[in-house]
């Protein structure tokens, strides 16, 4: 491996291991791929929980509203990285191993599950109360109304809170990383910071930067498409 210092030890690209670089790319794509979709499913349900528990009185309700939003608020107010820490023991159980992309997954799941989930909360408190009184007024049930009235309306802001979630699960992945869960933060950490080759921190970064930059595109695009507003 070449060596140099300054700003000239972030260029010397012959020090990239390419297959390896490619390799810890799919490996972020596919923690955030496969955490995102398991984000999006426990957000929606807990979200749905805490709107449709909150203007119940029964004890029943008020009851599953508080736990619910006790788990929210406690997972979600805890650093990821401390949370990985805390979890070893659980994914130790789950997936059989600490080490490589899949054992990263619960952590990513339970720690932007929460944080998507108050999201999808408030933005069905922001759909028009008249519409879902005219749906009550037709007869419409609990599920109609959801599935009818608050999901459509809302479906611009849930993917715009979407694409906010998975930019976050990115930069857990590259955390993650650090601590064994492979990717692009598992190579940037032992191949370019211990082993200082700045040129495969720098590639490692521009590769996360546009990963990003291709997710909040498709994410502007697909809020524009499903934004009654626009067209």
Known sequence: MSNATGLKSYFIFKNVDWPSMWSATWETVWMTLISMIAVVVFGIILGLILYETRTHNGLLFKVLNWIVGLFVDIFRSIPFIILIVLLLPVTKEMIGTIIGPRAALPSLVISASPFYARMVESYFREV???????AESMGATTWGII???LLPESKPALIAGATVTTISLISYTAMAGAIGAGGLGNLAYL?????????????????????????????DLLVKVTDKRTL
Do not use: R
């Open 191 to 219: 191949d370019g910071f211990q082993s200082s080759n700045n040129t495969v921190t720098l590639v490692a970064t521009v590769i996360i930067c546009l990963f990003v930059f291709l997710v909040q595109y498709i994410g």
């Open 128 to 134: 028009d109360s008249g519409v879902i009184e005219a």
């Open 147 to 149: 599935t009818k009235v």
